[in-house]
């Protein structure tokens, strides 16, 4: 059986979880306590020399970096719904896998570490400039009638971006303005196999 390892308030984390949960893959949660410390442990080392999570092992694979990972669930496990095999499609689905490491990590991401976990070594103004700056561009490139970030399905393109711009007001970033992004979290909230995280409920359209 695949095994994660991860943190309940980790938005790299949960990305994995709901991959593995779309896909309709069963898993091992192995919870790694950050706050304590267990990220640094020579155990967890062995797997992650980063000292990051999440982590995913697959019988003799073991896998760091949650962008790497839903590259290897969606190539083994999705097919190319997830992960689009034709070159244009595949580049611009990997496209959003950088920006999310970029300017989403940045911005919406920077901004909850400062607020959620203390992180003081974040400088607050700019992350609120660059989050700013990637929701209006999510929101731009949603306006021109699109459903889905690329290929008119969800993609793993959609699966990366997704938890911390949801998460984005853990970070004090309103997405009051940003109605085709909030039309957008419904969408991947109504996903079938869709499970929440702290912060990240199931549309209540979902629930019906």
């Given at each position: 059986?695949?095994?994660l390892y991860g943190h309940e308030l980790?938005?790299?984390?949960?990305k994995v979880k709901l991959m593995l949960?779309?896909?309709?893959?069963?898993?091992?949660?192995?919870?790694?306590?950050?706050?304590?410390?267990?990220?640094?442990?020579?155990?967890?080392?062995?797997?992650?020399?980063?000292?990051?999570?999440?982590?995913?092992?697959?019988?003799?694979?073991?896998?760091?970096?949650?962008?790497?990972?839903?590259?290897?669930?969606?190539?083994?496990?999705?097919?190319?719904?997830?992960?689009?095999?034709?070159?244009?499609?595949?580049?611009?689905?990997?496209?959003?896998?950088?920006?999310?490491?970029?300017?989403?990590?940045?911005?919406?991401?920077?901004?909850?570490?400062?607020?959620?976990?203390?992180?003081?070594?974040?400088?607050?103004?700019?992350?609120?400039?660059?989050?700013?700056?990637?929701?209006?561009?999510?929101?731009?490139?949603?306006?021109?009638?699109?459903?889905?970030?690329?290929?008119?399905?969800?993609?793993?393109?959609?699966?990366?971006?997704?938890?911390?711009?949801?998460?984005?007001?853990?970070?004090?970033?309103?997405?009051?303005?940003?109605?085709?992004?909030?039309?957008?979290?419904?969408?991947?909230?109504?996903?079938?196999?869709?499970?929440?995280?702290?912060?990240?409920?199931i549309s209540k359209s979902a629930r019906?």
């Amino acid at each position: 059986m695949i095994k994660l390892y991860g943190h309940e308030l980790s938005g790299n984390s949960y990305k994995v979880k709901l991959m593995l949960s779309l896909l309709e893959i069963d898993y091992e949660w192995i919870e790694v306590d950050l706050l304590k410390g267990e990220h640094q442990t020579a155990e967890f080392l062995e797997l992650n020399p980063f000292g990051q999570v999440p982590v995913l092992v697959d019988n003799d694979i073991t896998l760091a970096d949650s962008q790497a990972i839903l590259v290897y669930l969606a190539r083994r496990y999705g097919g190319d719904q997830w992960l689009p095999s034709e070159p244009e499609f595949l580049s611009r689905v990997v496209r959003w896998l950088s920006i999310t490491a970029g300017e989403v990590r940045e911005g919406v991401g920077f901004a909850r570490l400062y607020y959620l976990f203390n992180a003081n070594y974040v400088n607050i103004e700019r992350a609120t400039q660059r989050a700013e700056f990637i929701l209006t561009q999510l929101e731009r490139h949603l306006s021109d009638n699109r459903q889905w970030l690329e290929c008119d399905c969800p993609t793993i393109a959609d699966i990366a971006v997704f938890p911390y711009v949801a998460l984005a007001e853990d970070g004090k970033i309103s997405l009051k303005p940003y109605t085709k992004v909030l039309s957008w979290i419904d969408r991947v909230q109504s996903l079938p196999g869709f499970i929440a995280m702290p912060g990240i409920e199931i549309s209540k359209s979902a629930r019906v």
